[in-house]
């Protein structure tokens, strides 16, 4: 059974940085890539970027590039996010979802983690 | 790079079928056919109902449908049901180097 856990809720102060885990289960892991999808109190989807699970390799988009940084380690099957220099805008459910190799769909979702940014 | 653009809401009674837009450009949706549709239900995680266009993963019910035309992605569930009450995403690959996914604004469907 494929599975993608993640860490609890999370509160900060704006500056802060807050660090997301979400691990796999199952056969979700090598050959797959890991992204990070937020979304905002009643708003939509908004994707962070990913990472390749075999060679680390990442990809985010412009918007947080300098903000965000993904890693994993492969001995405990588990991917990482980590966002810095917080703000209130940044207050949103934090999702991992898996992509099997390169397919580019979004096929295991963790059951999210709130963030939420408050002073 | 833009949001794709769906309809905020789409309603149909039990029975019915009802069908989603998703409007890119020549540059995301026009340009692979790397669209994927997700259903989230009120406080849960998005679902992958259908991947590359139309393709529909083990396990969804085969009432949910996808096509594309040109710029225009479309997602098709027929025999409306109560538990298809939900919000749907459009996600397309880009290409770009700043920004590779994007996904669509959402749209609320609503079971009469």
């Known amino acids: 059974q494929e599975q993608v856990v993640q860490t609890g809720a999370e509160v900060k102060k704006p500056g802060a940085s807050v660090k997301v885990s979400c691990k796999a289960s199952?056969?979700?892991?090598?050959?797959?890539?890991m992204h990070w999808v937020r979304q905002a109190p009643g708003q939509g989807l908004e994707w962070l970027g990913c990472?390749?699970?075999?060679?680390?390799?990442?990809d985010y988009p412009q918007k947080f590039r300098g903000r965000v940084t993904m890693i994993r380690d492969t001995s405990i099957n588990t991917a990482y996010m980590e966002l810095t220099r917080l703000m209130s805008d940044d207050t949103a459910v934090y999702y991992c979802?898996?992509?099997?190799?390169?397919?580019?769909?979004?096929?295991?979702w963790g059951q999210g983690t709130p963030v939420i940014v408050s002073s | 790079q833009s949001a794709l653009t769906q309809p905020a809401s789409v309603s149909g009674s039990p029975g019915q079928s009802i069908t989603i837009s998703c409007t890119g450009t020549?540059?995301?949706?026009?340009?692979?056919?790397?669209v994927s549709w997700y259903q989230q239900h009120p406080g849960k995680a998005p679902k992958l109902i259908i991947s590359?266009?139309?393709n529909r993963p083990s396990g969804v019910s085969n009432r949910f449908s996808g096509s594309k035309s040109g710029n225009t992605a479309s997602l098709t569930i027929s025999g409306l049901q109560a538990e298809d009450e939900a919000d749907y995403y459009c996600?397309?690959?880009?290409?770009?180097?700043?920004?590779?996914?994007?996904f669509g604004t959402g749209t609320k469907v609503t079971v009469l």
């Open positions: 979802a898996s992509e099997p190799g390169i397919t580019k769909y979004f096929q295991h």
């Open positions: 199952g056969s979700t892991f090598a050959g797959y890539h």
């Open positions: 990472i390749n699970l075999d060679s680390g390799g990442t």
């Open positions: 020549s540059s995301d949706v026009g340009a692979y056919n790397y």
């Open positions: 590359e266009v139309s």
């Open positions: 996600k397309s690959y880009t290409g770009s180097s700043t920004l590779a996914y994007v």
